[in-house]
């Protein structure tokens, strides 16, 4: 009778030594990922109701008037459903200069509220002479920042419109900075389509 037990011990012998020189890499976990977002093609339409002001806003958005209780007048929201994002937009009329800077003081305590998440605040000048707009957009840096965009338009005389980016998902700016960046372009030409009535 011929026994052959050589084969097994030996696999049982240089199975464990093939598997420690298998694993003699470092390990490093992957970087997390986020879902590809598709980002729409940019078309503009013109808002035109009877507001004090008119712009141009994307294909992709719809104007809504604001219907909260604390809404005032000529207050709208630019929605994109797609995104599940809004940019809250409110109107004042200005009668004197004391009354301009309260707004201005307003926008910018709208904006240093969100210091404590945020990693960076950025404000950019925006002036278009031509048609009589003046504004600051500002660029709020920080994964957990409720908004990431605010700004203010005004003409320094009559009119100061402010509007403020929100997302209605779990704040992430992280993997929603395609869509900031998508969304700031539109707030950009807003502002170079924007006329005061």
């Not at 049982?12 to 030594?17: N, Q």
């Not at 719809?62 to 929201?77: G, I, K, L, N, Q």
């Not at 003046?134 to 920042?145: F, P, S």
């Not at 779990?170 to 030409?189: A, G, M, Q, W, Y």
Request: charged share 25%; net charge negative; proline share 5%.
């Amino acid at each position: 009778m011929i026994v052959i037990q050589y084969p097994y011990r030996t696999l049982f012998i240089f199975l464990p030594v093939l598997l420690f020189a298998a694993c003699s890499q470092d390990y490093s976990p992957k970087p997390r990922g986020y879902m590809r977002i598709e980002l729409p093609q940019r078309d503009y339409i013109r808002f035109d109701l009877d507001y004090p002001y008119s712009f141009e806003h994307a294909n992709y958005s719809v104007m809504e008037p604001d219907t909260r209780a604390t809404a005032e007048d000529y207050w709208a929201d630019i929605y994109y459903p797609q995104f599940r994002a809004r940019i809250h937009m409110s109107y004042k009329t200005v009668e004197n200069t004391e009354q301009l800077q309260g707004h201005f003081n307003d926008a910018r305590t709208f904006v240093t509220r969100h210091i404590p998440k945020a990693s960076a605040i950025r404000d950019e000048m925006i002036v278009n002479e031509k048609a009589n707009v003046y504004g600051v957009l500002y660029q709020i840096r920080g994964r957990e920042a409720a908004t990431a965009l605010q700004f203010y338009a005004t003409d320094s005389l009559r009119h100061f419109l402010r509007g403020a980016l929100y997302f209605n998902v779990r704040t992430n700016n992280d993997s929603l900075s395609p869509v900031i960046e998508h969304i700031e372009e539109d707030i950009r030409h807003l502002f170079s389509t924007l006329e005061w009535e």
